[in-house]
């Protein structure tokens, strides 16, 4: 059973517009459906196009992916969403240290180790080139920073704590992408305890390990 519960009900089915293979859309489907609130998903993007429409630009002018829109309100911005859902319909979150904790892993995402892991997998796994010294540099930085998340982790299930928060939404889906590099890494041990944790979620196996690629 999942522990989600909602601070208020969703009138009508939120709509997400994204594609299936993209980080930042995994994680606002995977937070909404871990909440068990009603999606509706439009894929725009990549081969699916849709995003010079005049419908879509102005739902969002920047022609990006995940935008959603619960009732008459409209948000873009994957970590933003994502913070949305939570506070809106999420766990309760506590307080202020407690919401920068989480934060703090969010913005960490964003501002140190996503480029590392952005380079790798488009490497590894989308074909792109990437210099011998530069692949050597974003491993290295990459293994290292994800270490400082596996401290972390060492005793909470979650990065939320008992329950996934805005963190592990924001970050779950990344920490799979390491998982299907693990040949080529070694991985903490409580790094991979929580990725099974996560593995658990219907909601996560659905929109992370079954995405495609
Ligand atoms: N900072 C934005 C980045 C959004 C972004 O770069 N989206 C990409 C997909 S990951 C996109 O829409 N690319 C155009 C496309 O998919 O066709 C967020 O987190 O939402």
């Known amino acids: 059973m999942q522990d989600a519960f909602r601070v208020r009900p969703t009138p009508e089915p939120l709509?997400?517009?994204?594609?299936?293979?993209?980080?930042?859309?995994?994680?606002?489907?995977?937070?909404?459906?871990?909440?068990?609130?009603?999606?509706?998903?439009?894929?725009?993007?990549?081969?699916?196009?849709?995003?010079?429409?005049?419908?879509?630009?102005?739902?969002n002018p920047n022609r990006l992916v995940p935008t959603l829109k619960d009732g008459p309100f409209v948000i873009w911005e994957s970590n933003t969403i994502v913070r949305y859902l939570c506070r809106a319909y999420g766990h309760e979150i506590g307080?202020?240290?407690?919401?920068?904790?989480?934060?703090?892993?969010?913005?960490?995402?964003?501002?140190?180790?996503?480029?590392?892991?952005?380079?790798?997998?488009?490497?590894?796994?989308?074909?792109k080139?990437?210099?011998?010294?530069?692949?050597?540099?974003?491993?290295?930085?990459?293994?290292a920073l994800w270490r400082i998340l596996a401290e972390s982790l060492e005793t909470t299930r979650f990065i939320g704590g008992k329950h996934p928060g805005i963190a592990d939404y924001a970050l779950g889906p990344a920490v799979q992408r390491w998982h299907e590099m693990a040949p080529l890494v070694s991985i903490p041990r409580s790094l991979t305890r929580w990725h099974e944790a996560l593995s658990l979620r219907p909601s996560y196996q659905t929109y992370v390990l079954n995405a495609p690629l």
């Not at 459906?33 to 439009?42: F, K, M, R």
């Not at 240290?97 to 796994?125: C, F, N, P, V």
């Open 129 to 143: 080139t990437l210099p011998a010294a530069a692949e050597e540099h974003h491993w290295r930085r990459a293994t």
């Open 95 to 127: 307080d202020a240290r407690d919401l920068a904790l989480q934060d703090r892993w969010m913005d960490w995402y964003g501002s140190e180790i996503g480029t590392h892991m952005t380079a790798l997998w488009g490497y590894l796994k989308r074909g």
């Open 15 to 59: 709509t997400v517009w994204g594609r299936l293979n993209s980080l930042n859309v995994q994680r606002v489907l995977f937070c909404a459906s871990d909440l068990q609130l009603p999606v509706h998903h439009v894929p725009v993007g990549g081969n699916s196009g849709g995003l010079d429409t005049p419908e879509f630009l102005a739902l």
